[in-house]
């Protein structure tokens, strides 16, 4: 069965820590893995995307990684902001079907 | 302004009624969706479209129909026979269904009273 399990469900962390979200999913076969971040009461917005061949990807102070092999990807955030509170979506997409990840929500305190 | 329109953002419904919530977009892609958000899960496909005049059933199609009628438009209504209909749901387009890249709406949060 195709599936996206993320991990934590929630987290709280102190403005200017790290963190890192994960993402193991068992869909086959693979075509790529997007990470959203969605704020509370809007629509998610693509953070970024990682196919096969790609180990790591930045965006600013989000870093994905992508493991292909085990089936297993983390977003790093660096540096947290309070702006960074909101849920994080994990999407693997393949044979033209896209598949969701329950979501992990990120609460960051000053 | 580019991008995708919901409306309303908020929306209230007694038991035996139907509503249409509205999703309008200008970023000229072919494909659209409809999800449904419940807190904890993650977001459930009830219908796409990837042509004018053509949709598929997703996931959890029962209790809702949708229209495609025009490229920039694609209306979904929760009928009186979804069992529970109170949920956020987020409308999205794409250029290509096996991308995965989805560009969302701001959502449209429904409440049954």
């Known amino acids: 069965k195709n599936q996206v399990e993320q991990s934590p469900q929630s987290l709280i962390i102190l403005e200017g820590k790290n963190c890192t979200l994960q993402?193991?999913?068992?869909?086959?076969?693979?075509?790529?893995l997007r990470w959203y971040k969605q704020d509370t009461g809007r629509g998610p917005v693509s953070l970024t995307i990682?196919?096969?061949?790609?180990n790591t990807k930045s965006n600013g102070r989000y870093t994905a990684t992508l493991d292909a092999d085990t089936k297993q990807s983390s977003l790093h955030i660096t540096a947290s902001q309070l702006s960074d509170s909101a849920s994080y979506i994990c999407?693997?997409?393949?044979?033209?079907?896209?598949?969701f990840g329950q979501g992990t929500t990120l609460q960051v305190k000053p | 302004d580019g991008g995708i329109t919901q409306s309303p953002k908020y929306l209230f419904r007694k038991e035996g009624q139907n509503v249409t919530l509205s999703c309008e977009q200008n970023?000229?892609?072919?494909?659209m969706y409809w999800y449904r958000q419940d807190p904890g899960q993650g977001l459930r496909l009830i219908y796409y479209?990837?042509?004018?005049?053509?949709?598929q059933k997703g996931d959890i199609a029962e209790g809702y129909s949708v229209s495609r009628e025009k490229k920039e438009s694609f209306p979904l209504t929760v009928t009186s026979a979804q069992k529970n209909p109170t949920a956020f749901y987020l409308c999205?387009?794409?250029?290509?269904?096996?991308?995965?890249?989805?560009?969302f709406g701001e959502g449209s949060r429904l409440t049954v009273l």
């Open positions: 993402c193991n999913y068992t869909v086959s076969p693979f075509s790529n």
């Open positions: 479209s990837q042509i004018v005049n053509d949709f």
């Open positions: 999205a387009t794409g250029q290509r269904v096996d991308t995965g890249e989805l560009f």
């Open positions: 970023l000229n892609h072919d494909a």
């Open positions: 990682m196919t096969f061949s790609e």
């Open positions: 999407v693997v997409s393949g044979t033209g079907k896209l598949i």
